[in-house]
């Protein structure tokens, strides 16, 4: 439970795969790289990373934090161009995969968000974001980041 966001302690070479239209059935994608750099604090129940996008000329940076009553994780995002902290996604881990979930809204539609984090190895991760309109029932991927560690 603790300790869950350990594997992605490090540096990492990040490989992102984004839809450059969402919500509109679009099958459009953009590719650029990233670099991020983890850390974990409280003992294992804080993860913080600070991501760059070199071509896009913007930042991020996510906050993870461990309800010990719950054992549920909310996964906070801010993004340099807006300065704006987004709703949490709230969820765990279950079988070496950690699904989480919130509501916030793309562009005015509000929208059910989903992370899923798998295919975790010492040297690789796979993230990837959908958002739903219909309360779940359906979901657009919309956002994916292949994750390799840096030598």
């Known amino acids: 439970m603790s300790n869950d966001f350990d594997f992605l302690h490090g540096?990492?070479?990040v490989v992102n795969r984004r839809l450059v239209k969402r919500l509109v059935a679009s099958d459009e994608w953009d590719e650029f790289p990233a670099t991020s750099v983890s850390h974990g604090f409280?003992?294992?129940?804080?993860?913080?990373?600070?991501?760059?996008f070199p071509t896009k000329g913007w930042s991020g940076a996510t906050?993870?934090?461990l309800d010990p009553r719950t054992g549920e994780w909310s996964?906070?995002?801010?993004?340099?161009?807006?300065?704006s902290?987004?709703?949490p996604v709230v969820g765990r881990f279950a079988d070496?995969?950690?699904?989480?979930?919130?509501?916030?809204e793309?562009?005015?539609t509000p929208v059910r968000v989903r992370f899923i984090w798998s295919k975790i190895t010492p040297t690789s991760a796979h993230w990837e974001q959908a958002f739903s309109t219909d309360g779940g029932r359906t979901w657009e991927t919309n956002w994916t980041m292949a994750h390799t560690r840096r030598p």
């Open 106 to 108: 793309d562009d005015g």
């Open 63 to 65: 906050v993870r934090m």
């Open 11 to 13: 540096s990492w070479d």
């Open 42 to 52: 409280f003992g294992g129940a804080g993860s913080f990373d600070e991501i760059t």
């Open 75 to 83: 996964i906070y995002w801010v993004n340099s161009r807006t300065g």
């Open 85 to 87: 902290l987004q709703p």
């Open 96 to 104: 070496g995969v950690g699904t989480f979930y919130g509501d916030d």
